[in-house]
């Protein structure tokens, strides 16, 4: 096997929910870098704006459309206006998905008072948009009888996470639906479509440093202390420790992995605590 132009995408179309996101958009720069074409469907206008200047830099053939994962409408238009550009869709990667505060418990906040409609739209956020969007594309994929899926589940599926149930539940659908999604697909359409899904650990962006770090000292919080102290390699990770594993579930040479929800979490999965 000649493994030189594995992770050459060049001539591939990549869609991505929640593109212009953190973590996603890295993503975004990263496959176009290697070739692909890039189509983002985010609902942040401002977010697309800002990471098309920089796929622009970078010479980046790409897409943006302004879509809600929530609305299947909206997704099939994307999709169609996807398909008029390039004629061909070769991976979908769903990375729209969150949390919200009024969705998770503190202590001015007790579970017993989560307010159902935030729980329902952190729930709906994360899988429900998951599943829309496999619909659509993976219709593509179907007539295509060729294509990835790659979803983003979260350390919070495997074991769930404290003052988030709303969040914790949902990723643990996604990565259940992960599954059978893959054998639903291959049993049902093609062999040629994959299915699978990472589980990204903790890792430290702009959006939760401050969780994590205290803002004045930049110390540990006592979450952050925790999650350091469960997670064998001793850090938390960067949105680029993503990208390899992410090229690795793309590429041919990853043919037989399928129905599998990849943990890229520095051993935090693997430890029990003692």
Wanted: proline share 3%; net charge negative; aromatic share 8%.
């Amino acid at each position: 096997m000649d493994i030189s132009n594995e992770y050459d995408f060049s001539g591939k179309v990549a869609v991505i929910t929640g593109g212009a996101g953190v973590l996603c958009s890295e993503m975004a720069r990263s496959l176009g870098q290697a070739g692909a074409k890039v189509v983002v469907l985010d609902i942040d206008e401002d977010n697309m704006e800002e990471l098309a200047g920089q796929l622009e830099e970078k010479e980046v053939d790409h897409l943006m459309i302004k879509t809600d994962v929530l609305d299947k409408a909206s997704i099939e238009e994307a999709a169609a206006q996807t398909i008029d550009k390039y004629g061909q869709v070769d991976f979908l990667i769903n990375g729209a998905g969150g949390n919200k505060a009024e969705a998770t418990t503190s202590p001015d906040k007790s579970f017993f008072d989560l307010p159902e409609d935030a729980v329902q739209w952190v729930f709906n956020l994360n899988f429900l948009g998951t599943l829309l969007t496999c619909q659509v594309f993976g219709k593509i994929f179907a007539s295509q009888e060729s294509g990835v899926i790659l979803n983003v589940s979260s350390m919070a599926a495997f074991t769930p996470l404290t003052k988030i149930p709303a969040y914790s539940g949902a990723k643990a659908a996604v990565s259940n639906f992960t599954q059978w999604l893959a054998v639903h697909i291959s049993q049902n359409y093609s062999t040629e479509i994959r299915v699978n899904a990472i589980a990204p650990g903790f890792l430290l962006t702009e959006q939760n440093r401050f969780l994590l770090l205290d803002k004045e000292t930049g110390e540990l919080t006592d979450r952050g202390q925790t999650i350091i102290d469960h997670t064998p390699l001793g850090e938390f990770g960067d949105p680029e420790d993503l990208i390899t594993t992410i090229f690795w579930m793309l590429a041919p040479g990853s043919k037989f992995v399928h129905g599998a929800v990849i943990p890229v979490d520095g051993g935090f999965s693997a430890f029990s605590g003692v």
